[in-house]
């Protein structure tokens, strides 16, 4: 009876003991480490949060340096600049200083003959810009060319006669004065008779002569108007110049001057002064 009493108190008692301590040992346990798995994750954003913090110092201490490193590139490159315009102006003018007093050290060494020479040739020099008109018996040259007036007597032939002519830069060809113009063939050519008035002597000259070619002239107080104009061509004697030069036939009854000289015969010869007039006398005065 002792025996079975003391068996059913072990097999009874014990286990439920037993299962006592299990009930209250495991959950502790889970427990503890579940709070330390919290704390390795809080513990592990605190890190990742700490590295963000400190990427982003990092960053933003780079940007700074680098703005800072331009700054000064910046500011030693107008350093630069600046000393090196400085350092030029200032050789320049030594430069100018040295020169002016090279030239006053030569200055002072020049002889006065030799002043005097210069001074000589640099009124000759400018004695040869001016053109003085005297009496004149020749054609008065500037640069190899002779000067005319505003009009200059000139000759022609036919009809072998001496007439006052205006000079104009204006025309380009020359024109003379012709009346009755009546056209003809002659050996299959084309001819043109006219009367040429000597208004010297008041006297008409009857002038037979080939047709060159037709030009047309345009009217300068009308533009849009223009008119066909046989050219002739007739020698020339002006100023001290002979030439074979081209005229348009036009009735200038209405004109001052008998005879236009125009850029035709003027270009490479002769230089217009408008203020003098007879600049240029011919080289012979006689009638050929």
Request: aromatic letters at 6%; proline letters at 2%; charged letters at 30%.
């Amino acid at each position: 009876m002792h025996k079975k009493g003391t068996h059913f108190l072990l097999t009874t008692i014990f286990p439920l003991a037993f299962v006592g301590c299990t009930h209250t040992y495991v959950p502790t346990q889970k427990n503890d480490t579940e709070s330390l798995n919290a704390q390795f994750l809080t513990l592990e954003r605190s890190i990742k949060d700490l590295k963000n913090e400190v990427k982003t110092q990092e960053e933003d201490l780079l940007d700074a340096f680098t703005l800072k490193q331009n700054s000064n590139t910046h500011t030693i490159k107008t350093q630069i600049q600046t000393t090196q315009i400085q350092l030029e102006d200032k050789i320049t003018k030594e430069l100018q200083e040295a020169i002016k007093s090279l030239k006053a050290q030569n200055a002072a060494t020049i002889m006065p003959q030799q002043q005097e020479r210069l001074q000589e040739k640099e009124k000759e020099k400018e004695k040869e810009k001016v053109v003085v008109y005297k009496t004149l018996k020749e054609p008065c040259l500037l640069a190899g060319k002779f000067i005319v007036g505003e009009f200059e007597d000139v000759r022609i032939d036919p009809p072998a006669l001496i007439a006052a002519a205006r000079i104009d830069s204006g025309a380009e060809t020359s024109s003379i004065d012709a009346r009755n113009i009546f056209e003809f063939q002659r050996d299959g050519a084309n001819w043109v008779r006219f009367d040429f008035v000597d208004r010297k002597n008041n006297t008409i000259h009857a002038i037979e002569t080939k047709i060159a070619r037709y030009a047309t002239v345009f009217q300068s107080s009308q533009k849009d108007k223009s008119d066909k104009r046989i050219v002739i061509k007739l020698k020339i004697d002006i100023g001290n110049h002979s030439d074979l030069a081209e005229f348009t036939l036009a009735n200038r009854a209405s004109m001052n001057f008998a005879v236009l000289i125009g850029r035709n015969i003027l270009k490479d010869i002769a230089v217009i002064d408008i203020s003098g007039k007879n600049l240029a006398p011919l080289a012979d005065t006689k009638t050929k």
